[in-house]
């Protein structure tokens, strides 16, 4: 259905400008004068119109071709009762369906700056709901009914739970991910992300893995959509070290698989300077033997087994792996036996495997 608009004699725009419309194209093959590329803008409004209804342009371009063959029906009719000879006929219709081409592209032209002002509209809905997302406000009701109200302007139906992904542009421009309309994708940002709702349902990370073929990235736990916050800060952490190649960079890694990188390793002065205090009894050795050392330490603190048991995991002789516990027992004295103290050794340790520096 076209738009209804009236002019001040209460008639249709719409009326007016197909008149005007037919009086040009009339005008211009009687006197040759004018431009037949030049259309009323009534006809940019008829695609507005079709895309501010939720339409295609089907319907609108049916109603065109109905109107040319009722037009021409009739053309032919006079034709033929004046005896106007058949090539005349056949260039009237050709223009006739040239100008018809002219005033679709029209309307398509209508129809695409509408679609472009209604998308950059919901972009920047979307921008707002996504700070309020991340913004660590805590979950107040006041909090979620203005979530719920900024989600329904995009048509969002807010989740319960969601998990945050944040994705590393590909060295060479790649196709946006093939999200559905369920999943809010912010590709505006340097480090496109995507807000993910009830991630744990059933067949949603395979789909996810597939939409996401060709890029690279990092996925946050399922959290509540109030905490949404949370699980971008896990994605983050993520891929910084993806970045700094700690952590795989091969398609989109999931945090909750890499828990351990994650908490040892993000806060690089805090390890190193642990690392530092408690490892100082190591600088009486070189740096092979004290790495071997620091390796049976940590064999020695992650399973509390026995010189057999150590040294299958390291690959040596039970006597080496006796002898270096000797030895580890005089640089650190009574303070291995001390928890806390082994507790803190593994931490430090383990953050030097996962870097690389241990074996």
Same mark, same amino acid.
């Given at each position: 259905?076209?738009?209804?608009?009236?002019?001040?004699?209460?008639?249709?725009?719409?009326?007016?400008?197909?008149?005007?419309?037919?009086?040009?194209?009339?005008?211009?093959?009687?006197?040759?004068?004018?431009?037949?590329?030049?259309?009323?803008?009534?006809?940019?409004?008829?695609?507005?119109?079709?895309?501010?209804?939720?339409?295609?342009?089907?319907?609108?371009?049916?109603?065109?071709?109905?109107?040319?063959?009722?037009?021409?029906?009739?053309?032919?009719?006079?034709?033929?009762?004046?005896?106007?000879?058949?090539?005349?006929?056949?260039?009237?219709?050709?223009?006739?369906?040239?100008? &018809?081409?002219?005033?679709?592209?029209?309307?398509?032209?209508?129809?695409?700056?509408?679609?472009?002002?209604?998308?950059?509209? +919901?972009? +920047?809905?979307?921008?707002?709901?996504?700070?309020?997302?991340?913004?660590?406000?805590?979950?107040?009701?006041?909090?979620?009914?203005? &979530?719920?109200?900024?989600?329904?302007?995009?048509?969002?139906?807010?989740?319960?739970?969601?998990?945050?992904?944040?994705?590393?542009?590909?060295?060479?421009?790649?196709?946006?991910?093939?999200?559905?309309?369920?999943?809010?994708?912010?590709?505006?940002?340097?480090?496109? &992300?995507?807000?993910?709702?009830?991630?744990?349902?059933?067949?949603?990370?395979?789909?996810?893995?597939?939409?996401?073929?060709?890029?690279?990235?990092?996925?946050?736990?399922?959290?509540?959509?109030?905490?949404?916050?949370?699980?971008?800060?896990?994605?983050?952490?993520?891929?910084? &070290?993806?970045?700094?190649?700690?952590?795989?960079?091969?398609?989109?890694?999931?945090?909750?698989?890499?828990?351990?990188?994650?908490?040892?390793?993000?806060?690089?002065?805090?390890?190193?300077?642990?690392?530092?205090?408690?490892?100082?009894?190591?600088?009486?050795?070189?740096?092979?033997?004290?790495?071997?050392?620091?390796?049976?330490?940590?064999?020695?603190?992650?399973?509390?087994?026995?010189?057999?048991?150590?040294?299958?995991?390291?690959?040596?002789?039970?006597?080496?792996?006796?002898?270096?516990?000797?030895?580890?027992?005089?640089?650190?004295?009574?303070?291995?036996?001390?928890?806390?103290?082994?507790?803190?050794?593994?931490?430090?340790? +383990?953050?030097?495997?996962?870097?690389?520096?241990?074996?």
């Amino acid at each position: 259905m076209l738009p209804v608009i009236l002019d001040q004699n209460g008639v249709p725009m719409s009326l007016i400008g197909i008149r005007r419309a037919l009086e040009q194209f009339v005008e211009h093959l009687a006197t040759g004068l004018g431009n037949p590329h030049q259309h009323p803008p009534v006809f940019q409004e008829f695609g507005r119109g079709e895309l501010l209804s939720g339409r295609s342009l089907d319907s609108l371009q049916a109603i065109y071709r109905l109107g040319v063959r009722l037009a021409w029906r009739r053309l032919a009719e006079i034709g033929q009762q004046a005896d106007i000879p058949a090539p005349a006929m056949y260039e009237l219709a050709e223009s006739g369906f040239q100008y &018809l081409d002219g005033l679709v592209a029209e309307s398509v032209r209508g129809y695409a700056e509408a679609a472009a002002r209604k998308a950059g509209e +919901r972009l +920047r809905l979307q921008r707002g709901l996504l700070d309020m997302l991340f913004a660590d406000h805590g979950n107040t009701d006041s909090r979620r009914s203005m &979530l719920t109200e900024r989600a329904a302007r995009i048509g969002w139906p807010l989740p319960e739970n969601v998990a945050v992904a944040v994705l590393l542009r590909p060295a060479r421009e790649a196709v946006p991910p093939a999200v559905g309309n369920d999943v809010l994708l912010d590709m505006e940002r340097e480090q496109p &992300l995507m807000v993910v709702p009830e991630p744990d349902a059933a067949g949603r990370a395979e789909l996810l893995r597939r939409a996401v073929s060709g890029w690279t990235g990092a996925v946050g736990p399922p959290v509540p959509v109030a905490q949404a916050a949370k699980s971008l800060r896990w994605a983050q952490s993520a891929v910084d &070290l993806m970045e700094r190649g700690l952590l795989d960079s091969g398609g989109l890694l999931d945090c909750t698989e890499h828990t351990e990188a994650l908490v040892l390793l993000p806060p690089t002065e805090l390890i190193d300077d642990l690392g530092r205090r408690l490892l100082a009894p190591l600088k009486e050795c070189g740096p092979s033997h004290g790495r071997r050392l620091a390796e049976t330490l940590l064999a020695w603190l992650e399973t509390r087994g026995g010189a057999p048991e150590i040294a299958v995991r390291l690959g040596v002789h039970p006597q080496t792996v006796r002898y270096r516990l000797r030895q580890i027992r005089e640089l650190w004295g009574e303070g291995i036996d001390d928890p806390d103290h082994r507790f803190e050794l593994e931490l430090v340790l +383990r953050a030097r495997r996962l870097r690389g520096e241990l074996g």
